[in-house]
């Protein structure tokens, strides 16, 4: 049995959805009522690139708030798909992965996605990759699948009519990317299936196909696209218009602290457990409680709190970019295990091993806003330092690079 209790059930329906088919939210709402049984959300995600970033989360909360209402989240790596490349939301064929390319990025997916899913309540979650079952169709039964779609029915799909309009080439594998992700539905019983507004044609894919093997067919569930930090455009890493899940604390921090305000609710609705009845009133407090939320969601309160800090000190040398005004330098030249005291030497924010020794004991010292007082601090990797900010007094900072 479920625990979908009524007050899980307006907040699976409700919070962050843009649309539910069949039927709406009452249908949907219904069906997790009446369930005799744990629902099966599958949520497919295709490893085109290394890492996350927060508009990746949004389906991923989702997926985890119905693994904390009883569920079986499904999570699914399109390991397959990736190598097609879906052309939702595109004006030319995508590039190609290398199954290689596709596995790589496949292990930091899992990685990022613990920050968010329940990874150890038994029962809770499945991860698969479609390579599965998609790597052993037949030819006879990829052509038994195709004939399960029109030409005219991917066509009406407004990326395909758009290209074909303009006479941009479509090719024939993109064809094939609705309805490999819609088998995948079909494979896993999915009852209930996750997407971005731009994934409905996919979805519906799976209904079709799940009604064409006379099984029963999945509800979509669409959640809204996440605009990016110049607040109109989609989130995307090829935009810079991203906060990536594996940034630094500060540079995460500082990124989010100047969300523009009109975006904020929808920031705290997507990416937060807050009451959007509870926002402080002031923009400019909404904008920092919203940084010190997210941060203390993938880092931790304490690298919150400290990022919090550094990012004020940063300000007050004048820069009105935090994390631009942060020069870099690479720990490639550094003999490991290295103290600290020598790091801040070789770093040259200190003029020699002495300075920095009295620097440290005297509290100018702190790596990440957290402040150091033992100059023979030993840090064994370059790993360990990457992507941190090291900082003395108030108006010298480095970013440690690997």
């Keep these: 049995m479920s625990k979908t209790t009524a007050a899980n059930i307006q907040r699976l329906t409700e919070r962050g959805v843009v649309e539910i088919f069949p039927g709406g939210s009452a249908a949907l709402a219904e069906r997790l009522a009446t369930c005799d049984r744990p629902l099966r959300i599958k949520l497919g995600i295709d490893p085109t690139r ?10 991923l909360r989702k997926l985890r708030q119905f693994q904390d209402a009883g569920h ?26 290398s199954a290689e390319d596709v596995e790589a990025n496949s292990e930091t997916y899992l990685a990022q996605a613990r920050k968010i899913l329940d990874f ?34 991917m066509l009406a799909k407004e990326d395909f009519s758009q290209r074909y309009a303009s006479g941009t080439p479509i090719y024939l594998h993109e064809f094939l990317y609705p309805l490999l992700q819609g088998y995948d539905s079909v494979v896993l019983q999915a009852d209930v299936e996750l997407g971005g507004t731009d994934q409905k044609f996919n979805l519906l894919c799976g209904r079709d196909l799940q009604q064409w093997r006379k099984q029963p067919q999945q ?13 109109f455009q989609k989130m995307s890493k090829s935009l810079d218009n991203y906060v990536g899940l594996t940034e630094d604390p500060l540079s995460m921090y500082s990124k ?23 926002l402080p009133d002031n923009p400019r407090e909404r904008q920092i409680v919203l940084a010190t939320e997210l941060v203390a969601q993938y880092h931790s309160p304490e690298a ?28 490639a030249a550094v003999n490991f295990p290295a103290k600290l005291a020598y790091l801040l030497r070789e770093a040259q924010l200190c003029k020699s091993v002495g300075d920095a020794r009295r620097q440290v004991e ?8 957290e402040k150091f007082t ?26 440690l690079v690997p």
């Design 72 to 97: 079986v989240a499904i999570l699914l790596i399109g390991d397959f798909t990736a190598q097609i490349g879906d052309p939702t939301g595109r004006s030319e064929a995508r590039p190609r992965l």
């Design 362 to 369: 005297n509290g100018a010292v702190r790596l990440d806003g």
């Design 50 to 59: 290394p890492d996350l970033h927060l508009g990746h989360t949004v389906a």
């Design 304 to 331: 919150a709190e400290r990022a919090k800090q550094a990012a004020r000190e940063i300000v007050k040398t004048g820069s009105s970019d935090a994390t631009a005004a942060i020069p870099e330098f690479s720990l």
């Design 256 to 278: 989010l602290e100047k969300v523009p305000d009109n975006l904020v609710p929808k920031y705290f609705e997507l990416l937060t457990n807050w009451s959007l009845a509870e």
């Design 219 to 231: 509800f979509g569930l669409l959640l809204p696209l996440l605009e990016g930090l110049d607040g």
């Design 120 to 153: 150890e309540t038994p029962g809770r979650l499945e991860i698969r990759r479609n390579s599965e079952w998609l790597g052993q169709l037949t030819p006879s039964q990829i052509v038994e699948l195709q004939a399960q779609m029109t030409v005219g029915q």
């Design 374 to 399: 033992d100059p023979s601090q030993e840090f064994m990797t370059a790993e360990e330092l990457g992507d941190r900010v090291l900082q003395v007094g108030k108006k010298r900072f480095l970013r």
